[in-house]
Protein backbone atom coordinates (compact mmCIF):
# COMPACT_ATOMS: atom_id res chain seq x y z
CA UNK A 1 0.00 0.00 0.00
CA UNK A 2 2.66 2.20 1.01
CA UNK A 3 4.78 1.81 -2.22
CA UNK A 4 1.65 2.01 -4.51
CA UNK A 5 1.24 5.61 -2.63
CA UNK A 6 4.74 6.39 -3.15
CA UNK A 7 4.51 5.67 -7.31
CA UNK A 8 1.33 7.25 -7.28
CA UNK A 9 3.16 10.76 -5.47
CA UNK A 10 5.87 10.23 -7.92
CA UNK A 11 4.13 10.04 -10.70
CA UNK A 12 1.90 13.14 -9.76
CA UNK A 13 4.59 15.71 -9.49
CA UNK A 14 6.39 14.02 -13.24
CA UNK A 15 3.13 14.84 -15.02
CA UNK A 16 3.57 16.62 -18.21
CA UNK A 17 2.71 19.81 -19.14
CA UNK A 18 -1.09 19.30 -21.49
CA UNK A 19 -3.45 21.76 -22.59
CA UNK A 20 -6.78 20.24 -19.64
CA UNK A 21 -4.52 22.37 -17.10
CA UNK A 22 -5.10 25.06 -14.74
CA UNK A 23 -2.90 27.65 -14.26
CA UNK A 24 -2.71 27.80 -10.04
CA UNK A 25 0.66 29.56 -9.41
CA UNK A 26 2.14 32.20 -11.42
CA UNK A 27 6.00 32.00 -11.71
CA UNK A 28 6.67 35.01 -9.43
CA UNK A 29 4.30 33.01 -6.60
CA UNK A 30 6.26 29.91 -6.98
CA UNK A 31 9.28 31.73 -6.92
CA UNK A 32 8.14 33.97 -3.61
CA UNK A 33 6.83 30.70 -1.85
CA UNK A 34 10.63 28.72 -2.57
CA UNK A 35 12.82 31.76 -1.56
CA UNK A 36 10.59 31.98 1.72
CA UNK A 37 10.90 28.68 2.40
CA UNK A 38 14.13 29.06 2.23
CA UNK A 39 14.85 31.89 4.31
CA UNK A 40 12.55 30.19 7.35
CA UNK A 41 14.56 26.99 6.90
CA UNK A 42 17.92 29.04 7.52
CA UNK A 43 16.23 31.01 10.54
CA UNK A 44 15.28 27.80 12.07
CA UNK A 45 18.65 26.05 11.49
CA UNK A 46 20.30 28.54 12.61
CA UNK A 47 18.35 29.65 15.57
CA UNK A 48 17.80 25.87 17.04
CA UNK A 49 21.05 23.69 15.73
CA UNK A 50 23.37 26.31 18.12
CA UNK A 51 20.78 25.86 20.90
CA UNK A 52 21.66 21.76 20.45
CA UNK A 53 24.95 21.81 20.43
CA UNK A 54 25.94 22.30 16.92
CA UNK A 55 29.14 24.49 16.71
CA UNK A 56 28.84 27.44 13.84
CA UNK A 57 28.70 31.05 13.44
CA UNK A 58 25.05 31.38 13.38
CA UNK A 59 24.76 34.89 14.33
CA UNK A 60 25.85 36.14 10.52
CA UNK A 61 23.37 34.11 8.33
CA UNK A 62 20.50 34.12 11.12
CA UNK A 63 20.05 37.62 10.88
CA UNK A 64 21.01 38.30 7.21
CA UNK A 65 18.09 35.45 6.33
CA UNK A 66 15.78 38.02 8.86
CA UNK A 67 16.46 40.44 6.68
CA UNK A 68 15.63 38.85 3.48
CA UNK A 69 12.34 37.62 5.25
CA UNK A 70 11.13 41.07 5.95
CA UNK A 71 11.66 41.90 2.28
CA UNK A 72 10.26 39.12 0.79
CA UNK A 73 6.70 39.30 3.73
CA UNK A 74 6.67 43.22 2.81
CA UNK A 75 6.66 42.45 -0.91
CA UNK A 76 4.11 39.60 -0.84
CA UNK A 77 1.73 41.63 1.24
CA UNK A 78 2.26 44.38 -1.58
CA UNK A 79 1.11 42.04 -3.81
CA UNK A 80 -1.68 40.27 -1.59
CA UNK A 81 -3.43 43.57 -1.29
CA UNK A 82 -6.14 43.18 -3.95
CA UNK A 83 -9.73 42.75 -3.07
CA UNK A 84 -9.55 39.86 -5.06
CA UNK A 85 -6.57 38.32 -3.46
CA UNK A 86 -8.04 39.42 0.09
CA UNK A 87 -11.21 37.77 -0.62
CA UNK A 88 -9.49 34.47 -2.00
CA UNK A 89 -7.70 34.21 1.67
CA UNK A 90 -10.77 35.30 3.41
CA UNK A 91 -11.76 33.08 6.04
CA UNK A 92 -15.64 33.97 7.08
CA UNK A 93 -17.67 31.98 9.75
CA UNK A 94 -19.75 30.42 6.60
CA UNK A 95 -16.22 28.68 5.62
CA UNK A 96 -15.62 26.88 8.94
CA UNK A 97 -19.68 25.77 9.38
CA UNK A 98 -19.72 24.78 5.61
CA UNK A 99 -16.38 22.53 6.06
CA UNK A 100 -17.98 21.23 9.20
CA UNK A 101 -21.17 20.19 8.00
CA UNK A 102 -18.97 18.55 4.96
CA UNK A 103 -16.70 16.59 7.25
CA UNK A 104 -14.40 18.82 5.93
CA UNK A 105 -15.16 17.51 2.42
CA UNK A 106 -15.84 21.23 0.71
CA UNK A 107 -15.50 21.82 -3.06
CA UNK A 108 -14.10 25.81 -1.78
CA UNK A 109 -12.46 28.12 -4.01
CA UNK A 110 -8.35 28.51 -4.78
CA UNK A 111 -7.99 27.78 -1.35
CA UNK A 112 -9.25 25.46 1.35
CA UNK A 113 -9.88 26.39 4.76
CA UNK A 114 -6.64 24.15 5.76
CA UNK A 115 -4.81 26.48 3.20
CA UNK A 116 -6.01 29.64 4.50
CA UNK A 117 -5.47 28.35 8.43
CA UNK A 118 -2.16 27.69 7.50
CA UNK A 119 -1.09 30.86 5.57
CA UNK A 120 -2.37 32.99 8.32
CA UNK A 121 -1.10 30.97 11.26
CA UNK A 122 2.85 31.18 9.59
CA UNK A 123 1.67 34.95 8.42
CA UNK A 124 0.93 35.99 12.18
CA UNK A 125 4.19 33.54 13.64
CA UNK A 126 6.51 35.50 10.90
CA UNK A 127 5.06 38.32 12.00
CA UNK A 128 6.10 38.07 15.37
CA UNK A 129 9.46 36.69 14.98
CA UNK A 130 10.23 39.03 12.36
CA UNK A 131 9.25 42.14 14.98
CA UNK A 132 10.56 40.71 17.86
CA UNK A 133 13.85 39.52 15.77
CA UNK A 134 14.48 43.31 14.56
CA UNK A 135 14.42 44.48 18.38
CA UNK A 136 16.81 42.12 19.20
CA UNK A 137 19.43 42.76 16.09
CA UNK A 138 19.65 45.98 18.46
CA UNK A 139 21.90 43.97 20.12
CA UNK A 140 24.67 43.29 18.20
CA UNK A 141 26.59 45.59 14.91
CA UNK A 142 25.49 45.38 12.12
CA UNK A 143 26.31 47.49 8.66
CA UNK A 144 23.29 49.58 9.79
CA UNK A 145 24.28 50.32 13.64
CA UNK A 146 26.49 49.58 16.43
CA UNK A 147 24.91 47.49 19.05
CA UNK A 148 22.91 49.00 22.02
CA UNK A 149 22.21 46.19 24.80
CA UNK A 150 20.75 49.03 26.95
CA UNK A 151 17.86 50.09 24.60
CA UNK A 152 15.59 47.95 26.36
CA UNK A 153 15.12 47.28 30.62
CA UNK A 154 15.72 43.62 31.28
CA UNK A 155 12.22 42.71 31.83
CA UNK A 156 11.58 44.00 28.06
CA UNK A 157 14.39 42.57 26.76
CA UNK A 158 12.66 38.92 28.82
CA UNK A 159 9.47 39.77 26.70
CA UNK A 160 11.56 39.77 24.00
CA UNK A 161 13.30 36.60 24.01
CA UNK A 162 10.01 34.68 25.13
CA UNK A 163 7.88 35.80 22.21
CA UNK A 164 10.84 35.25 19.37
CA UNK A 165 11.46 31.66 20.97
CA UNK A 166 8.01 30.94 21.24
CA UNK A 167 7.50 31.68 17.68
CA UNK A 168 9.88 30.16 16.41
CA UNK A 169 8.40 26.65 18.12
CA UNK A 170 5.35 27.09 16.96
CA UNK A 171 7.21 27.59 13.57
CA UNK A 172 8.60 24.63 13.82
CA UNK A 173 5.08 22.67 14.06
CA UNK A 174 3.33 24.79 11.54
CA UNK A 175 6.52 23.87 9.10
CA UNK A 176 6.33 20.20 9.57
CA UNK A 177 2.26 20.40 8.88
CA UNK A 178 2.90 21.80 6.11
CA UNK A 179 5.32 19.44 4.31
CA UNK A 180 3.56 16.52 6.09
CA UNK A 181 0.37 17.32 3.98
CA UNK A 182 2.09 18.38 0.96
CA UNK A 183 3.54 15.20 0.67
CA UNK A 184 0.80 13.38 0.77
CA UNK A 185 -0.51 11.38 -1.80
CA UNK A 186 -3.89 13.08 -2.51
CA UNK A 187 -2.42 16.23 -2.09
CA UNK A 188 0.01 15.81 -4.74
CA UNK A 189 -1.41 18.10 -7.01
CA UNK A 190 -0.88 21.12 -4.54
CA UNK A 191 2.70 20.58 -4.88
CA UNK A 192 3.14 20.09 -8.33
CA UNK A 193 1.15 23.49 -8.65
CA UNK A 194 3.60 24.46 -6.24
CA UNK A 195 6.34 23.39 -8.64
CA UNK A 196 5.14 23.58 -12.18
CA UNK A 197 2.16 26.47 -11.66
CA UNK A 198 -0.90 24.09 -12.87
CA UNK A 199 -3.24 21.36 -11.89
CA UNK A 200 -5.52 19.59 -13.87
CA UNK A 201 -9.17 20.64 -15.48
CA UNK A 202 -9.90 17.24 -13.52
CA UNK A 203 -8.68 18.10 -10.14
CA UNK A 204 -9.52 21.41 -10.59
CA UNK A 205 -13.32 20.11 -11.28
CA UNK A 206 -13.31 17.52 -8.40
CA UNK A 207 -11.67 20.14 -5.93
CA UNK A 208 -12.94 23.50 -6.36
CA UNK A 209 -15.99 25.75 -7.46
CA UNK A 210 -16.04 27.34 -10.43
CA UNK A 211 -18.22 30.12 -8.53
CA UNK A 212 -15.58 30.81 -6.05
CA UNK A 213 -12.66 30.84 -8.01
CA UNK A 214 -13.17 31.97 -11.79
CA UNK A 215 -10.00 30.36 -13.56
CA UNK A 216 -10.56 33.16 -16.61
Avoid at 29 to 51: N, Q
Avoid at 111 to 124: A, C, D, N, P, R
Avoid at 150 to 174: K, P, R
Avoid at 187 to 204: D, N
Amino acid sequence: ETTKKALFFSEELRMDDNKDQVVRHSGLSRLFHWVMAVCILTLLATGILPILGAEFEWIEPHWIAGVALTVLVLLHIGRSLSPAKIKSMWVSISDIKEFIAGGGKVRGGKYSLEQKMMHHGITGLSLISLITGWLMLLKIDTPFWQRDPFIFDAGTWGVLYVLHGLSTLFFVSFVMMHIYFSIRPEKAMYLRSMIKGWITKEEYNENHDPDRWDTK
